[in-house]
């Protein structure tokens, strides 16, 4: 968890440094939330890359332990009632992102691709079965097909998922013209990522704030710092 108000008096402080400009609540709630998602999202681009990247060394099994730490704090279960097909929507859940299992009982299923499924219906043999299941993700309905076990109508199975962070929110009161962050409001809302990516918070907004605010100088010192950030990290 990073204090929201934290990052936006940073990023208040670089942004007006040298009369750059203002940038508002309403437009830093845009960027710190799109800031969030980008940063979220790269956690599973690189988990992905280290895992397909052999590596025996210990920097790079720490490497996957700390990515899995930080996705570990969106990881949810939930109970997916399935329709007559033995289909379920993972839709209905709202903050969806990841699929990541599938369970009746202790029976896990199999994740499968389309092509696998296919391939099932020439190869009797290869097919699911009761005791050892699969199942197929839909991405463009967000819903999946179970496979060799399918519980009777109307019945559930349990999933494990990935959800998206809440949504960021500065909330603030008007004291004299000057918006004062409102920590008690009831809708506000810090940031979920990790207490590391503090830093790269603050350089994504500022670079968003660069390109929305056409402010060519603000955007050429945050890209700068945060080539800066990625250097050193790889040194």
Do not use: C
Not at 39 to 51: A, K, P, S, V
Not at 142 to 162: C, H, K, M, Q, T
Not at 170 to 188: F, Q, S
Request: hydrophobic share 40%; proline share 4%; glycine share 6%.
């Amino acid at each position: 968890m990073i204090n929201v108000d934290r990052i936006y008096q940073r990023v208040l402080t670089l942004a007006n440094k040298e009369q750059r400009g203002y940038i508002t609540p309403q437009e830093f709630n845009i960027f710190a939330n799109q800031a969030q998602m980008d940063i979220f999202e790269q956690y599973f681009y690189d988990l992905n890359q280290f895992l397909r990247t052999p590596g025996n060394s210990t920097t790079h099994a720490d490497m996957v332990d700390i990515l899995e730490e930080k996705i570990s704090v969106f990881e949810q279960t939930a109970l997916i009632i399935l329709n007559l097909s033995g289909e379920g929507q993972l839709s209905s859940l709202g903050n969806f992102y990841r699929l990541t299992s599938i369970r009746d009982g202790n029976i896990i299923y199999e994740s499968i691709s389309r092509k696998e499924a296919r391939l099932f219906q020439l190869s009797p043999l290869a097919r699911p079965t009761n005791t050892r299941p699969a199942y197929l993700v839909n991405g463009v309905n967000n819903d999946f097909e179970l496979f060799g076990r399918i519980p009777d109508v109307g019945g559930a199975v349990s999933i494990d998922y990935i959800r998206t962070p809440i949504p960021v929110n500065w909330t603030y009161v008007v004291v004299g013209e000057k918006a004062l962050y409102n920590a008690t409001a009831l809708d506000a809302q810090n940031f979920e990522l990790h207490p590391s990516e503090e830093t790269e918070l603050v350089l994504k907004i500022l670079t968003l704030a660069g390109f929305t605010l056409k402010d060519a100088a603000l955007y050429q010192a945050a890209a700068g710092e945060d080539m800066k950030s990625t250097q050193q990290e790889k040194q």
